[in-house]
């Protein structure tokens, strides 16, 4: 720390933005060296709710570790458990039933429109506006009772285990599925109407945070970020999982890079979301909703690795197994982890203000960092 | 490229590179030394142009440890994986690739700060996470922290 | 027409059949000042409250409602927090600085209150250089934010004062040519002749173009002035976590807190006093009943009608806009508002000299 002080030329203002700090959406410490209001670097200093969740799964078996990865992206938890059950299926070489795989990718798709509602919120919020985030959070709540009837749970799901889902979906879930699509499409005109239209916003938004196709490639972007930039980068197109070879949707592209590119990439999404969830609500395959699978599972000696799209981008889950009943180690590529990295290129020669629209535009998930 | 051609390929630019094709992508064993060499051809080479390095993980085989580098070509959509075996499990290094890949240089600090791996030429090796003081590395196999170790 | 001046001068009278002339001034000076600070009070209350309502239903939720009738009493709940919470003063501040720094920026709201004109005979001091006055004293409140980021010994504070430095001295200079143009109209500077000028019809209307577009400029300036999103940068909760005021804490935050809400306030009073006609009722050429029903309204129902519709206004802009940065603040004062309203102020004489006006 002394060092970088001491590293730092004459005239420089060397700020601390976190470890709180209502911007960093959590407890991400920043150290920002600054030429009056304009960025010089940003480094990252981080760790300040780190669990070691990668140490602590190498003692859990392969049903109890996927419980650990909710509490990574919280924003995503369905997506992660989904990346952790895929890696654990793969292993075991099982096929899931139709039924599972439907309901996994409606979870999903509405965690994705949920998280991408708070993301709406919390941006708007980060350049000043702060009445969007209640009007996202109206949607986001509905989803969220969507989730609560048919997994228990809120936040930290826990819903997608190896072999299928946990239960089966409600009764009412399509109903409710139903309603929220048919409300979400009269709402996202007023998402438009209140902040992309918005002149201010539109001002703060262009020419801020560029960052050119091979840079983003080269820092690891993934998700909106890099599909700002213009590259191709979707998951769920690259390398489809559970069927979603078999769905219709569209991968948003946009060109300019810039942090409004990366907020229309992400307004797009919601409706690609919506529209696979229209596809698939009325097409549930009747049948199991879980595989028969042992009770104690054992992962062969061997390496796998599973990649899904959550919300934020691509999320890997590297499992070296030994043969034993818990990983012997597990590794997770979190998207924030390495669209931090390219916060601080970004931000260079931009003001203060701006930091935080690219932070507020990279979707940042603290707890999806520090895992 | 499908797994033949990438590892003729690859065995022509390191002809002492092992193989294993037992995982869903192939898998580049070689030694921590050759990397550096490897990893710029691996980037520059027209027919491999791997641009991006998407996961970064370090494994303490308590024998030694090994860096796993999951590497793929955005326009030609091939995969490898890289695996350096760093024999030296005490004084462990491997030269750093964030010139190559700007991504690394965040996954190596993380590398660093939780497996002890020293990343030779990197801009700013440092504790990540843990407290510039912290004693030993979290994630090896045999660290040991009376205090804060979670037995699950 | 109602007016306060009967009790005035009955107040007036009873003090000087007993008083002396001096003793008298002096007593009066106190009435007046007493009543400044009750005001102060009651409108930072009814302020907050007026804005947490507003916030709430633009955000589609209740606000307070469980203190006192519909969350009513919920401000004096507050304030009461503030009043015993823990003053503190951080390690290296500049502690003389920074415990007068509040008290300045409050002093300076009371100050600017004096030329305002309730209603007819109700104004503490009828100067002749009225609206000079008003934005000459204005200024001086950026002193006082200035005093509490240097001495907070804080960098987000310091980042927060300057940047408040920048914007308030750039944007007093489109609000003063915006209150020019209706000074052109009016053709003097005291307010009472500013309010007796309307009694025709108000400037917005009277003086059409010039003056709409003068409004518009007065108030994106006064909104900047008063430090308010979009325009509050020197805040900026997101970037500089509370800017010049995040070491502050206790009675002297609630005292910055409240200067916010007295000098919107005021900016609205001085703001419906040029352009809406003050305490004017409202008129309409020869509609003679229409006016004569007009006229039975109080004209300090008018004046703080048109003052809660203008800082209605403001909180509007507040709850929906993002917020700007800060070279596109600056950029929008002197490339934009001031040009305009330069040439604003050129049409506007021309429309005074040749009698264009109503």
């Not at chain 1, 946990?166 to 879930?173: A, K, L, R, T, Y």
Request: a negative charge; glycine letters at 6%.
């Amino acid at each position: 720390m002394i060092e970088e002080v001491a590293a730092t030329t004459e005239g420089d203002l060397v700020i601390n933005i976190g470890p709180q700090h209502p911007s960093t959406h959590g407890v991400l410490h920043l150290f920002v060296t600054m030429n009056g209001e304009t960025i010089k670097k940003v480094e990252p200093h981080l760790g300040y709710i780190h669990r070691s969740i990668e140490k602590m799964d190498e003692s859990l078996s392969y049903r109890q570790f996927i419980y650990s990865t909710s509490r990574m992206d919280y924003l995503s938890s369905h997506i992660n458990n989904h990346g952790c059950a895929l890696c654990v299926e793969k292993g075991l070489q099982l096929e899931i039933p139709p039924r599972a795989k439907v309901i996994r990718i409606l979870m999903d798709e509405l965690t994705r429109i949920a998280s991408h509602c708070l993301w709406w919120g919390a941006l708007a919020m980060d350049v000043g506006a702060l009445t969007p985030f209640f009007h996202a959070f109206r949607e986001r709540e509905m989803i969220n009772d969507i989730m609560e009837e048919s997994c228990g749970a809120r936040l930290t799901m826990n819903y997608m285990v190896p072999g299928g889902v946990m239960f089966d979906i409600q009764p009412n879930f399509q109903k409710h599925v139903k309603e929220f699509v048919a409300h979400f499409k009269t709402k996202i005109g007023e998402y438009d109407e209140m902040v992309t239209n918005n002149i201010i916003f539109q001002r703060r938004m262009k020419n801020v945070g560029y960052i050119s196709p091979e840079d983003a490639v080269s820092y690891g972007c993934t998700g909106a970020v890099l599909r700002a930039s213009g590259v191709k980068s979707d998951i769920r197109k690259i390398a489809p999982y559970d069927g979603y070879e078999n769905v219709k949707f569209e991968e948003p592209l946009e060109m300019a890079g810039d942090c409004f590119a990366r907020y229309m990439v992400r307004m797009k999404e919601m409706m690609q979301s919506l529209s696979i969830v229209e596809q698939l609500i009325d097409n549930i395959p009747e049948g199991d909703f879980v595989a028969k699978t042992k009770a104690v599972l054992k992962l062969p000696k061997g390496e796998f690795y599973s990649r899904v799209e959550t919300a934020r981008g691509e999320f890997g889950v590297y499992i070296v197994s030994e043969g034993g009943l818990t990983p012997y180690r597990i590794k997770f590529r979190s998207p924030g982890f390495s669209n931090l990295s390219a916060l601080d290129h970004m931000s260079r020669g931009q003001k203060i203000g701006d930091l935080v629209a690219i932070m507020g535009t990279l979707d940042l998930v603290i707890p999806d960092i520090d895992r | 490229m499908i797994k033949e051609e990438l590892k003729t390929k690859i065995s022509e630019l390191l002809p002492t590179a092992t193989f294993d094709e037992t995982g869903e992508w192939l898998n580049v064993l070689i030694d921590a030394k050759e990397w550096l060499p490897l990893a710029t051809q691996l980037r520059n080479d027209v027919s491999l142009q791997f641009d991006f390095l998407f996961c970064v993980t370090a494994v303490d085989w308590k024998t030694h440890l090994s860096m796993v580098y999951h590497l793929r070509a955005t326009q030609l959509e091939h995969i490898i994986v890289v695996k350096a075996k760093i024999a030296d499990r005490n004084n462990a290094e491997i030269e750093s690739v964030c010139k190559i890949w700007r991504t690394a240089e965040l996954h190596e600090l993380e590398a660093y700060d939780l497996m002890g791996v020293k990343f030779l030429h990197h801009p700013g090796l440092r504790r990540l996470f843990l407290t510039d003081d912290w004693v030993g590395y979290p994630l090896r196999k045999d660290y040991v922290d009376e205090v804060n170790m979670i037995k699950l | 027409m109602f007016s306060l001046e009967g009790l005035k001068n009955t107040i007036h009278y009873t003090l000087s059949a007993s008083l002396g002339t001096t003793s008298t001034l002096l007593v009066e000076m106190l009435i007046v000042g007493i009543c400044v600070i009750s005001l102060f009070a009651v409108l930072g209350l009814v302020l907050v409250f007026m804005e947490r309502k507003v916030s709430a239903y633009m955000q589609i939720r209740l606000g307070p409602n469980r203190v006192g009738f519909q969350g009513s009493l919920q401000t004096v709940a507050d304030t009461l927090k503030l009043v015993v919470k823990e003053g503190l003063v951080p390690n290296g501040a500049d502690k003389f600085l920074f415990n007068f720094a509040p008290f300045l920026v409050m002093i300076v709201a009371m100050l600017i209150m004096a030329p305002i004109a309730f209603t007819k005979g109700l104004q503490m001091w009828d100067l002749n250089i009225g609206v000079l006055y008003v934005t000459a004293v204005s200024s001086i409140s950026v002193i006082g934010i200035l005093m509490a980021g240097w001495a907070s010994n804080n960098k987000y504070s310091l980042l927060g004062a300057m940047r408040s430095g920048a914007q308030i001295v750039s944007y007093e200079l489109s609000a003063g040519l915006a209150i020019l143009t209706i000074v052109i109209f009016t053709e003097s500077l005291q307010i009472s002749k500013i309010v007796e000028s309307q009694q025709t019809g108000w400037w917005l209307f009277k003086a059409h173009i010039p003056a709409v577009i003068a409004f518009i400029i007065f108030i994106i300036a006064v909104t900047a002035e008063t430090n308010r999103a979009p325009f509050d940068l020197a805040e900026a909760e997101s970037e500089l976590t509370a800017g010049f005021h995040t070491e502050y804490s206790g009675m002297r935050f609630a005292l910055f807190f409240l200067a916010e809400y007295v000098n919107i306030f005021i900016v609205c009073a001085i703001g419906s006093t040029l352009f809406l006609g003050g305490w004017m009722p409202f008129h309409i050429g020869h509609w003679s009943a229409f006016n004569h029903v007009m006229d039975f309204i109080p004209g300090i129902v008018w004046f703080f009608g048109k003052i809660f519709f203008l800082i209605f206004v403001i909180m509007w802009f507040r709850w929906t806009f993002p917020r700007l940065r800060i070279d596109q603040l600056l950029n929008l004062e002197w490339k934009y508002l001031l040009p305009i309203s330069m040439f604003n102020l050129l049409l506007a004489t021309v429309v005074a000299i040749m009698g264009w006006h109503f």
